[in-house]
């Protein structure tokens, strides 16, 4: 056995472009709530979908210990490994976002030439998240940065260009897992953009700023969350089963307590009692990049021993000492009017009646998830605005 220790590295690349389940439901609440609570910056965004699909490629690859705490935390399913992640394959296989939503999902291992990966592990991974495998000497740095770099760019739009530099590779790399996500979409009933106006938004901790506010009146689920002190709409996608719910805390410095409370609710079900309404909507436009290290969030949910002395025997025949040195997220996010279209009458006949319609104003810092009715794929904070 080697005397020193190779990196087993897993960086997940998210991205989300625009505005724009299963067991997973405990899963997204709290890897977003941990991811919060570690961040040091005030916009965040990640994938709790992406997080979960790359560490259970881990999860096939580890025993004893290791192999517990992932399939504890992440609610696997099943006693067998195949039984865990049979999930993951009937999703690659069935699922669709719909006729105007684009939700591409490409992961890729790239693992070390003569690093003997197990045939079994290789197979399983591949029919069950339609992973690519693909040899790389990350010795020749430069080259094999250029590749991986390539890679994701290609896979998300070239909204992500790089995600690795060569300085940071060695002959001590063995295996990247990269799970990248793309979505875009358009919104059901999309905002004028001769309705955004300057508008104050009210950053934590200092005055009020002007941001560029998106206005519509639009039909969409509304409702109070009292478990968080908060009320929430949740904005459909054109023709897709995808939607972002926003969560506004009912205090304009309430955000704090909002994200303390957050694993008290399932944000599948928030929305349960929600009624549809017209809703004066009002929402900042935005765009921001993210990047972080998950490794403390993921320990302290109770996924340690990947990061220690984890056995990769269900992976590799290598005797070398491997662990995960880190898991890493890398979002772009932009939300803004994008998709819109020429305002008809239809819109304004639907809404004639002897009163005002209610008004959601998002005006201080909120929570959003973007997210099916089984899988929350992007969630996150927006506390500041420039």
């Not at 002959?171 to 919104?187: P, Q, R």
């Not at 955004?196 to 998106?214: H, I, N, R, S, Y």
């Not at 519509?216 to 002190?229: A, E, Q, Y």
């Not at 008004?359 to 605005?385: C, E, M, N, T, Y």
């Amino acid at each position: 056995m080697a005397n020193h220790c190779t990196f087993l590295h897993v960086r997940l690349i998210i991205l989300l472009s625009f505005l724009s389940g299963f067991h997973a439901d405990k899963f997204a609440g709290r890897f977003l709530q941990k991811a919060l609570e570690f961040s040091g910056k005030d916009n965040v965004i990640v994938s709790p979908f992406s997080a979960r699909e790359a560490l259970a490629q881990v999860y096939v690859g580890v025993r004893d210990h290791a192999a517990d705490e992932l399939h504890r935390v992440l609610q696997l399913s099943g006693y067998s490994k195949s039984e865990a992640v049979e999930e993951f394959r009937k999703f690659h296989e069935i699922w669709a976002p719909g006729g105007d939503a684009t939700l591409k999902i490409a992961n890729r291992i790239f693992v070390a030439e003569k690093f003997p990966l197990l045939p079994k592990y290789m197979d399983l991974i591949t029919k069950s998240f339609r992973t690519g495998i693909t040899n790389i000497n990350f010795e020749q740095n430069k080259e094999a940065a250029s590749i991986i770099n390539q890679w994701i760019s290609k896979r998300t739009k070239t909204l992500i260009k790089k995600i690795v530099n060569a300085d940071n590779l060695d002959k001590d790399f063995k295996l990247m897992v990269i799970s990248a996500i793309y979505f875009h979409g358009k919104w059901e009933t999309p905002f004028d953009p001769e309705e955004t106006v300057k508008q104050k938004f009210f950053a934590l901790g200092e005055g009020p700023v002007k941001v560029d506010m998106m206005h519509g009146l639009i039909s969409i689920l509304h409702g109070r969350i009292n478990d968080l002190d908060a009320h929430a709409v949740e904005i459909p996608y054109m023709n897709s089963n995808i939607s972002m719910l926003v969560i506004l805390p009912n205090k304009q410095h309430g955000l704090l307590q909002v994200e303390n409370l957050l694993h008290t609710v399932n944000l599948f079900t928030v929305t349960s009692g929600f009624k549809k309404r017209q809703i004066e909507l009002a929402l900042p436009k935005f765009s921001f990049e993210f990047d972080m290290i998950l490794n403390q969030p993921l320990k302290e949910m109770g996924i340690r021993q990947i990061f220690q002395h984890p056995d990769f025997r269900d992976m590799t025949s290598s005797r070398e000492r491997l662990y995960v040195s880190e898991v890493i997220q890398k979002a772009v996010m932009k939300v803004n009017e994008d998709g819109s279209r020429p305002v008809t009458g239809t819109v304004i006949s639907t809404v004639i009646k002897s009163r005002r319609p209610q008004s959601f104003i998002v005006d201080h810092p909120f929570l959003f998830a973007i997210k099916d009715q089984q899988r929350v794929f992007f969630a996150g904070r927006v506390k500041r605005l420039n």
